[in-house]
Nanobody, 120 residues
Framework: QVQLVESGGGLVQPGGSLRLSCAAS????????MDWYRQAPGKQRELVAG???????NYADSVKGRFTISRDNAKNTVYLQMNSLKPEDTAVYYC??????????????WGQGTQVTVSS
């Protein structure tokens, strides 16, 4: 009933930029927190950035000053602008969105993941 569709990943050289998008659709009553996670090969999934419905943001120390999370509530979409990319940013990036499908029912949903590869 709820779908998250990610886009924007790819191959980029060190120092380059990418912009990820994650759009939610379906039976949506309200959207709360919207987050981006990433998982590199052999490592645990980690929180990269998060944004509340009111626009408050938080970032992992490793991406502060380089990544910017934003959201468009009218489009049910969250973005991750990634600048000054480093090889260690290489990972599969997932959005995670807390969605209420009714006034008393909320759950977390994962996107399908998008590969980001930073390499020369």
């Amino acid at each position: 009933q709820v779908q998250l569709v990610e886009s924007g990943g790819g191959l980029v050289q060190p120092g380059g930029s990418l912009r990820l998008s994650c759009a939610a659709s379906g039976s949506i009553f309200s959207i709360y927190d919207m987050d981006w996670y990433r998982q590199a090969p052999g490592k645990q999934r980690e929180l990269v950035a998060g944004i509340t419905r009111g626009g408050s943001t938080n970032y992992a120390d490793s991406v502060k000053g380089r990544f910017t999370i934003s959201r468009d509530n009218a489009k049910n979409t969250v973005y991750l602008q990634m600048n000054s990319l480093k090889p260690e940013d290489t990972a599969v990036y997932y959005c995670y969105v807390v969605i209420a499908v009714g006034p008393l029912e909320a759950a977390g949903y994962w996107g399908q993941g998008t590969q980001v590869t930073v390499s020369s």
